[in-house]
């Protein structure tokens, strides 16, 4: 069974810091694309960054670029998010997800959420002002 579990949310004023940890299992990423995306209450999903299959390649939405890092840990099969300069609008449910459909082997970073077809069950991020 395949399964990514995210962990690291909490609670943290603003300015400070959260790492999130997306642990997979069942099967192996390292060359797939993965990515963390948000969801605000009352809002949309939203992409928020994402990494190159098998490289340390990324991209990010504009509201965190300069303040979060995605990074892979391949032998661990895990990748994670490190969130500084936090602000009070970063508070959400944050997801990981792999995408591994036709093409994304060894592919760029995915933006869509569409492009992802496994996802983790969320993990809650609330910064306080």
């Known amino acids: 069974q395949v399964q990514l579990v995210e962990s690291g949310g909490g609670l943290v004023h603003a300015g400070g810091s959260l790492r999130l940890s997306c642990a997979a299992s069942?099967?192996?990423?390292?060359?797939?694309?993965m990515g963390w995306f948000r969801q605000a209450p009352g809002k949309e999903r939203e992409f928020v960054a994402g990494?190159?299959?098998?490289?340390?390649?990324?991209t990010y939405a504009d509201s965190v670029k300069g303040r979060f890092t995605i990074s892979r840990d391949n032998a661990k099969n895990t990748v994670l998010l490190q969130m500084n300069s936090l602000k009070p609008e970063d508070t959400a449910v944050y997801y990981c997800?792999?995408?591994?459909?036709?093409?994304?082997?060894?592919?760029?970073?995915?933006?869509?959420?569409?492009?992802?077809?496994?996802w983790g069950q969320g993990t809650q991020v609330t910064v306080s002002s």
């Open positions: 069942g099967r192996t990423f390292s060359s797939y694309p």
């Open positions: 990494i190159r299959g098998g490289s340390s390649s990324t």
């Open positions: 997800a792999a995408a591994t459909g036709p093409g994304a082997l060894w592919g760029a970073p995915r933006m869509g959420q569409s492009e992802y077809n496994y």
